[in-house]
């Protein structure tokens, strides 16, 4: 045999194989093991029961204290020192005092620790923040008084979070929105038109939101008129209220070709009825006292303080208290009648009274070679489809020129009816009618004349104790015919949408 490396052994190292002992319960082998591996494996093995055995030994010293333990399962109380001494009732006093001190700080120390970010959520400084605590440091070394003010500043800085951005409607939403508005607008305008004042306030008074909402799109309706009857008043005021007139009686101080506003001991007191939001009062609040005049607005409902609540049909002014009353697209309701005979009377003898409508609640003039709309040869009877085809498109014209701002098509607007009605409140007509705006009428009246109609029709002397039922009224002329009140409010148009 020859010598093969790495397989040849010495026979020195040979040993002879014994065989293991077997465990006679698990039936495997138990390998011999050294005091020095067995002491290696105890220091890794994990300890349990702190170093105690598993089973604990049971004798007459530890049985009652295992019953407890094991039976009974009670904790041992530890024993810190062997003070069982009672105290003294001064020591007992000390600890309530110091008791109560503690509980009086604890609350401070914490909403301290409360403030005081945990070290889990505390949050990587931005580049900006290390430039500004750096910063507020430098100025904390050149004036240590505002270090509190500095840190103050650096953390409200750091703690601010931006805000979120509005949720922005879609042109198709935006365009739904503006229609939903437009024709809640139109339902509660026709509310207005064809109801009481009376009903009008209880209705807004119920429902307060309503009133937003009709201005809402009332300001909407406004950006496409060629002009707002409010801005013309204003400068009209401005204008007239530049102009003084001497108190000897001699010629005004200020003659720019116009009349001065009627005053009252030095002040001009402006009613603005059905003031809406009050952008009369608004745009002349910061003119008052240059102008020396005085506002006063009242609508159904009060959306600013500068608007008085009221019926306007009875308001809460004395007689013969107002130099001007001003009804600019206000005449609205069922009894607008009674509005004009309660402007006569808080207006003082000669006061003004301002009106301004839209033309499509008026009348209409015939052209030339035109029928007149009460004539025998305009009374023909026609079809009932041509019947609503005439009053459709005659109200597609209404509310292109009211609502949409178009240019008005038809024949010259008749106000004879209108003027005729306000005469006979004792109302006179001063000047021309303005027709030049496209959509509105404008009027200016005095307060001239004694009403032969309404509530402001003056009792004779002496008659006031007997009562008016005794008091027999002259005999009207032949041509004078006792018109309805009725038909009399028809002299303007309510405004009344097609269903659609």
């Known amino acids: 045999m020859f010598a093969v490396p790495g397989w040849s052994v010495s026979s020195s190292n040979l040993k002879t194989q014994t065989a293991l002992p077997v465990d006679p319960i698990t039936k495997k082998a138990i390998v011999p093991v050294t005091p020095e591996e067995d002491a290696k494996a105890n220091e890794k093995k994990r300890k349990r029961h702190h170093g105690k055995p598993i089973v604990q030994e049971v004798d007459s010293t530890n049985l009652s204290e295992l019953w407890e333990k094991v039976i009974e399962g009670k904790t041992k109380l530890k024993q810190e020192g062997k003070s069982n001494s009672k105290d003294s009732k001064s020591q007992k006093r000390q600890k309530v005092l110091q008791d109560s001190e503690e509980a009086k700080s604890v609350p401070e120390v914490e909403t301290e620790v409360e403030n005081k970010p945990s070290h889990k959520t505390k949050k990587l400084k931005t580049l900006k923040e290390k430039k500004r605590e750096i910063k507020a440091k430098a100025k904390a070394k050149d004036d240590p ?10 953390t409200t800085r750091s703690n601010v979070t931006a805000p979120k951005a509005a949720a922005q409607l879609t042109p198709l939403q935006a365009a739904m929105r503006q229609k939903l508005i437009s024709a809640r607008f139109r339902y509660l305008n026709q509310t207005l038109y064809t109801t009481p004042s009376a009903r009008s306030l209880e209705l807004f008074h119920e429902n307060p939101e309503m009133f937003q909402e009709y201005h809402e799109g009332f300001r909407r309706q406004v950006e496409v008129w060629p002009e707002n009857p409010v801005d013309g008043y204003m400068a009209q005021i401005r204008a ?10 001699k010629a005004p101080v200020e003659n720019t070709g116009g009349k001065p506003l009627p005053r009252t001991a030095g002040t001009c007191h402006i009613a603005d009825l059905g003031c809406g939001d009050a952008g009369l009062a608004g745009g002349l609040q910061p003119d008052t006292k240059n102008l020396n005049i005085k506002i006063y607005s009242y609508d159904l409902q009060s959306p600013s303080p500068l608007v008085t609540r009221a019926d306007i049909a009875n308001l809460p002014l004395k007689d013969d208290s107002v130099d001007i009353a001003i009804f600019c697209l206000a005449l609205m309701g069922t009894n607008w009648i009674d509005f004009v005979e309660e402007a006569y009377r808080v207006l003082h003898w000669k006061g003004e009274l301002w009106v301004a409508e839209i033309k499509s609640r008026f009348g209409r003039v015939g052209g030339k070679g035109g029928r007149v709309e009460h004539s025998v040869g305009n009374r023909r009877k026609l079809d009932k489809h041509q019947t609503k085809r005439l009053e459709e ?20 607007t008749d106000v004879s009816a209108f003027v005729e009605v306000l005469r006979k409140r004792g109302f006179v007509l001063q000047g021309e009618v303005d027709l030049r705006n496209r959509m509105f009428v404008k009027m200016h009246f005095v307060k001239g004349l004694t009403p032969v109609k309404g509530k402001c029709v003056p009792v004779p002397k002496g008659m006031e104790k007997i009562g008016l039922d005794t008091w027999k009224k002259k005999p009207k002329p032949v041509d004078e015919e006792d018109v309805p009140l009725s038909s009399e409010a028809g002299a303007l148009k309510p405004c009344v949408y097609k269903l659609r």
């Open 393 to 412: 498109e005659n109200d597609e014209k209404d509310l292109a020129v009211e609502v949409d701002g178009q240019e008005d098509s038809k024949q010259e």
């Open 240 to 249: 007239r209220g530049k102009i003084r007139r001497d108190n000897r009686g």
């Open 145 to 154: 008084s505002n270090t509190t003010a500095v840190e103050a500043q650096v």
